[in-house]
């Protein structure tokens, strides 16, 4: 007598539904695309010759792009594709779009040399963004060189290039909106995107916690004057990076010397604070 086959559970790699994906893989990706459309607006700007609402407009693509990456972090929604969808959002927002606008505020009466300089910074923004997409995947690099990038990023790298733009609006055209200032800018920025200097990251930037209070009232005191003096404020801004350039050298320098020392990481002496009660795994209950 035969036995009644055994009805076994499908496994769930076989089962057949409708496909379904996670609000919180969608949440950056939307981000993402919201600062791809800003990037795109600022060329719309330009074109009807509104410079300071084109200029606005990349500083809000920034703005975008610095959220999505930290929002994804924070639901525990990166993904692939959102990797992917980013870096050429990246390449549109501070490569072409920037190069655009200084085409057309400046350097159309440059001609083809004009025309050459621009293209080359988009250039060497896409370089840098292929470039960091590669450095990503190296697993032997060390913990504390993810406080550093390699060159200038992309976002910051937008920033200086409308430098000269910005300091237009606060002291007028004449030198700042000359094709050969603005030439020599743009190859300037290209070369410190594609360049091996290190510069600061910020993101996993940490204080004392009796610094709270003043950085919160440095914030406050730095929303005031950008709501009220926008153009002031993202020149001494970029002007500021531009300075701290080279305290950024000396420190990554002090930390490859301390690795190849064989030395711990100054990290490894520090106590992240927060208000979890231990649930954090680098944290300490509170009595």
Partial sequence: MNEAPIDKETPPSEKRGIPVISLNKLIPNVLTLMGLAAGLTSVRFALQGQWEFAAMAVAVAALLD?????????????????????????????????????????????????WIACMLFAMCCGLRLARFNVALEDPNKPAWASQFFTGVPAPAGAGLVLLPMILSFIIGDGFFRAPGTVAIWELATGALLISTIPTFSFKTSRMPRSWFLPVMIGVAAAVTFIVSAPWWSLAFVLIVYIGLMPLSIKRFRKLRNRDAAGLPPEEDNEIEIDDD??????SKPRP
């Fill in 277 to 282: 009660d231990g649930e954090n795994a680098i």
């Fill in 66 to 114: 610095a959220l999505d990456g930290r929002v994804a972090r924070l639901l525990k929604g990166a993904s692939k594709f959102g990797a992917e969808l980013d870096s050429l959002s990246d390449f549109v927002c501070f490569g072409v779009c920037p190069a655009l606008i200084l085409y057309l505020w400046a350097m159309q009466d440059a001609g083809r040399w004009g």
